[in-house]
T-cell receptor, first 112, second 117 residues
C-alpha cells in the first residue's frame, strides 16, 4: 500500500516558468512532509519541508503548499532553471517511526 | 569526505550468491537508515539503527536480508542467496539525532546499484 503517491512520472517546463510537482497521501496521521531532489548517480538531498500545522512554506524559489482536507501537497519552483532538472520525491515519516515513506518520484526537465 | 559513503558503487552478482553492502555514515550521526529503490519505484525503507541497535527492522523483505552496525558507525547490509527481484539501488542515510528534526537531516549516500543475474 503506497501511502504517498506521485502520479506524474515526468514534467517538462521552459526555463523561467513555474514548475508544479504534485503529491497525494492517504494516511491522515502524517504530520510532516518533505521534498527531496535527486540527481543521477547521487543520493537524494533534502529540499524543503512542511509541518501539518502550516499550509505553506517558502524557501527562495521553492514553495511547498499543503492542503490537508484534500491530502495533497505541491512543490512550486519559480522561476525554473535548467539546474533544477532532477527527480523530485515527496516523503512523510511513518507514523510513530523515524523512517520515511517516499513517493515514486517525478522527473523534472527544465528546457533552456 | 564529509558525506555518507557507500561501497561498492556497483555490484553484479549471480543468483544464489551472498552480497555485502557497506555504509559509512557521517561522523557523529547516531541514526542510520537503509532504503532501496527498485526500477520505477520510490524509496522503500528497509531498516533503521539508533547507535548499534535496530529498533525498526520492519522493512526487511525476507529473512535473507540482515544488517548490522558496529561502533555506532559503519553498517553492513547482507543479502543471502540473492534473487533477481533483489536488483535495486540500495541507499543508506544517516542523521545526527532521532528526534523530530532528524526528518530534515537525513543525509543520503550515493547508493549501491545491485544487479542479480
Amino acid at each position: 500500500d503506497q501511502q504517498v503517491k506521485q502520479n506524474s512520472p515526468s514534467l517538462s517546463v521552459q526555463e523561467g516558468r513555474i514548475s508544479i510537482l504534485n503529491c497525494d497521501y492517504t494516511n491522515s496521521m502524517f504530520d510532516y512532509f518533505l521534498w527531496y531532489k535527486k540527481y543521477p548517480a547521487e543520493g537524494p538531498t533534502f529540499l524543503i519541508s512542511i509541518s501539518s500545522i502550516k499550509d505553506k512554506n517558502e524557501d527562495g524559489r521553492f514553495t511547498v503548499f499543503l492542503n490537508k482536507s484534500a491530502k495533497h501537497l505541491s512543490l512550486h519552483i519559480v522561476p525554473s532553471q535548467p539546474g533544477d532538472s532532477a527527480v523530485y520525491f515527496c516523503a512523510a515519516p511513518y507514523t510513530g517511526r523515524r523512517a520515511l515513506t517516499f513517493g515514486s518520484g517525478t522527473r523534472l526537465q527544465v528546457q533552456p | 569526505g564529509a558525506g555518507v559513503s557507500q561501497s561498492p558503487s556497483n555490484k553484479v552478482t549471480e543468483k544464489g550468491k551472498d552480497v555485502e553492502l557497506r555504509c559509512d555514515p557521517i561522523s557523529g550521526h547516531t541514526a542510520l537508515y537503509w532504503y532501496r529503490q527498485s526500477l520505477g519505484q520510490g524509496l522503500e525503507f528497509l531498516i533503521y539503527f539508533q547507535g548499534n541497535s535496530a529498533p525498526d527492522k520492519s522493512g526487511l523483505p525476507s529473512d535473507r536480508f540482515s544488517a548490522e552496525r558496529t561502533g555506532g558507525s559503519v553498517s553492513t547490509l547482507t543479502i543471502q542467496r540473492t534473487q533477481q527481484e533483489d536488483s535495486a539501488v540500495y541507499l543508506c542515510a544517516s542523521s545526527p539525532t532521532s528526534g523530530a528534526s532528524s526528518y530534515n537531516e537525513q543525509f543520503f549516500g550515493p547508493g549501491t546499484r545491485l544487479t542479480v543475474l
